[in-house]
């Protein structure tokens, strides 16, 4: 695996340079050094990649490692992450090999859902019931934080493919085997996921779904709010559309904090559903599959400020 690097060492200029600055001074190409561990590093230009513009970035050359210690070596930020992972959730099993523990997230968060079935309403007309905390005051928020680290970490990594990190860490939940495929869906995947929910029944775990956000509105459920995200890609021979929304309380998630045209992820469990959009005669214009994520925790989201920085 290949980490994004934003600074990297120059032996031309004998100190650190940024990407942007080799983009805009070719001639410093050569000679590139990790600031880090000193292993040769290589230069990208910032380009286009399956629709999402890649920014400028250094990452090591094939087949050379990042030196152990190194914070650009996954392997061993994954060590250190299993190392301070609370009650194993992410634990080693093996050499470069770990075992993420996905059931100390979901059991948490199954119960909060259960709390109230308000959240299964998201048409604006229900209300909460008074009084009700929707944090966690368990271990939740560790355990979230294990799991936020990692998304963090994915999302360094070069490939922005969702098995990426699926040769050192195994999503176990019961002591089953969850597919990072079946686990990390992006806006070309959202109708994936779609698929994945309505047939895995008592089966539902959290997922982790990403993208970049459209619209925040209010919604009439107390402190409730929406996040709509933009839509994912579209059947090319009708309009089928994969839509994703994000639902929150204020008390755990501050609206502000959501901004059109952040790039996001969260971790939640997630509902399906369908809905039709008609014109005024009641012919279907567009058909939407809706998948729908309730947030309880800050954790449960991440937000990449600046995309390629680890």
Known sequence: MAVKMKKAYSTINNEDVTAKYVEDHQELKDGLECHVCRIGVAHKNGHK???RWVPTHFTRKPRVEHKEGCKYNTVGQVTEL???SDDKILESIKKNKFTFRLTMIHEPLKDLGKQSTTFQNYNGTANPPKNKNYVSNGKLSSYLATMKKILE???AVEDDDSNELESIIEIQMYGKKVKWSNFYYDKTKYIVAYSYLITTGQKRHPICIEGIVNSVHSLNQ?????VNLQFGKKDKNIELIPAASIFVSENDI???TF???QHIVVCALCTASESEHKDKNGKVIN???NIRASLYHKNQLVIFKDEGEL
């Open 49 to 51: 990649r399956a629709e």
């Open 287 to 289: 058909k939407y599959f």
């Open 82 to 84: 299993a190392k301070d």
């Open 222 to 226: 107390g402190d409730r709010y929406a």
């Open 153 to 155: 970490l994915r999302k």
């Open 259 to 261: 901004k059109p045209g």
């Open 254 to 256: 501050p609206a502000d």
